[in-house]
């Protein structure tokens, strides 16, 4: 605890210095699974890429004691080193626990949990000026349940217990083919009144074309043949694993699969997305080249080619939550005004104020328009769907709101109110971060000869996916400027 309380020490120290100028900051990490635009300034910013330590796994309290750029691969490894895992597990294993908590998250134990920081005990926290302070919610509650979600708006996180449950070794998991969008809601929803499922989430690959899936923790397996796998180069990817079996039968499937193949079983291909990746490149699509080029397919290297190449503002990435009776509307839509884009479901217990009780977590994944303008229409249109449908949307991806249209979505006053109690009312507010900047964006392509040529050259294929891959491949930091 001694060097995470130095640390701690140095980042409080540099936030009063901010606080006593009132300057705002920025929270760098070091690393990101959103698919916005970031941009720091080093003089405006506070440093937490050194937080990435896991201090204490208590067998005893079964909580783990980790800092917030702890990604989900390392905790989970350090906690089923003692029969423990977290009750909510990010399916990406470069996401963070703090990204997990400032950005929301849900999986496919939400149903049973809740979002990922409602595992957590306690939390510190460095406030707007400077203190230091745990809460919980027996202390400081207003600020341990309004902190999750804000984005480092109401101080800069620290240090998280977490909360753990038995671990067992594999996962048994039972895939329910369905043939309508509306049988696969119902489905779900049935099956999150099942406690003794873990699991739950599915795939809709077209209207009439779906399957749910249902997990069990598990020690037992008959023979390791039966055992399946997804996590190694020579694995099928889980949603191509699944259509197959779809494809094969209307009877459901039991398989049984390894723990953490099952937890990061989305990492390779990110979920459906690696695909386009063969599409831009025009490379066969078959389970040779999936091999050969699996280090490129993992989301960690994919998240980072993402950003370097600028394609980040071509490709759909949104997840949606909507009431269940709203969500079959929603996916229509979808797959009406877009086509050619995967759905995938799971079920969250509601954590925002205006929607209680549980929600469908549909993720939108897929190629949006390659011209600017319509891609940020077409972003609009989902976003003004989602409000008509009484839905709201996480806001780690793109939002295109307008500020007005934003604060008429999530509660200002209550927001506002934290802020002020926690003289965090100087430091950029959460529509400041999540906001895209479109006019600044259309600038950048056109405000000087020189910008123009580059945004000319930049859309000569391959040239934007190539240095997206040469940046990926020789891990050259794209968030912070030289």
């Known amino acids: 605890m001694d060097h995470h309380d130095e640390a701690v020490a140095v980042i409080a120290r540099r936030v009063r210095q901010f606080y006593n100028r009132k300057e705002a900051f920025r929270i760098y990490h070091g690393s990101t699974n959103s698919p916005r635009k ?32 702890v990604p989900m691969d390392r905790l989970v490894e350090a ?27 849900g999986e496919s134990s939400s149903f049973k949990h809740g979002f990922f920081d409602r ?13 230091v302070v745990e809460c919980s919610d027996t202390e400081r509650r207003d600020l341990f349940h309004g902190a999750a979600g804000c984005f480092g708006t109401l101080g800069v996180a620290t240090l998280f217990e977490i909360r753990l449950l038995e671990a067992k070794e594999y996962v048994e998991l039972t895939y329910h083919p369905m043939t309508s969008v509306s049988e696969a809601i119902q489905k779900i929803g049935m099956e999150t009144e099942d406690l003794a499922n873990d699991y739950v989430d599915g795939i809709v690959f077209s209207l009439n074309k779906a399957v749910v899936m249902t997990g069990r923790l598990t020690n037992d397996v008959r023979s390791p043949s039966d055992v399946r796998r997804f996590f190694r180069a020579q694995d099928p990817w889980f949603y191509l694993h699944a259509k197959e ?44 080249t999936r091999w050969a080029l699996d280090t490129f397919m993992r989301t960690r290297v994919m998240y980072h080619a993402l950003h370097e190449s600028g394609h980040s503002q071509r490709y759909m990435i949104q997840d949606l939550a909507l009431p269940f009776s709203t969500a079959q509307e929603f996916i229509e839509y979808v797959d009406d005004m877009f086509g050619v884009i995967t759905p995938s479901l799971s079920s969250d217990k509601g954590k925002d104020r205006e929607h209680p009780g549980m929600l469908l977590n549909v993720g939108v994944w897929g190629p949006g328009s390659s011209r600017y303008e319509e891609f940020v229409h077409q972003n609009r249109m989902l976003e003004d769907k989602v409000q ?15 500020e007005d249209e934003f604060w008429s979505i999530y509660d200002r006053q209550w927001y506002d109110a934290l802020r002020a109690k926690y003289n965090a009312t100087w430091l950029p507010s959460v529509y400041d971060k999540v906001k895209v900047d479109v006019q600044a964006q259309l600038d950048a392509q056109s405000g000087s000869w020189v910008a123009w040529s580059k945004s000319m050259l930049w859309s000569i294929w391959p040239l934007s996916g190539l240095w997206g891959v040469y940046k990926a491949f020789t891990g050259q930091e794209y968030l912070m400027p030289r």
């Open 79 to 105: 906690t089923l080193l003692h029969g423990l895992v977290p009750p909510v597990v990010m399916e990406f294993p470069g996401i963070t626990v703090g990204g997990g908590f400032a950005g929301t998250a």
């Open 38 to 69: 970031s941009a720091f300034e080093r003089g405006r910013m506070i440093d937490t890429s050194g937080l990435f330590h896991i201090l204490n796994v208590n067998t005893e309290r079964r909580t783990a004691l980790v800092e917030p750029n």
């Open 119 to 131: 595992t957590f005990k306690w939390m510190e926290i460095v406030l707007a000026n400077g203190d």
């Open 388 to 402: 008509e449908l009484d839905g709201m949307k996480w806001l780690y991806a793109h939002a295109y709101y307008t």
């Open 245 to 288: 079996l779809l494809s094969k039968s209307l009877d459901p499937v039991t398989e049984v699969i390894p723990l953490i193949d099952y937890l990061f079983r989305y990492d390779r291909g990110a979920f459906w997305t690696g695909v386009y990746a063969f599409e831009y490149f025009v490379t066969p699509f078959n389970r040779i």
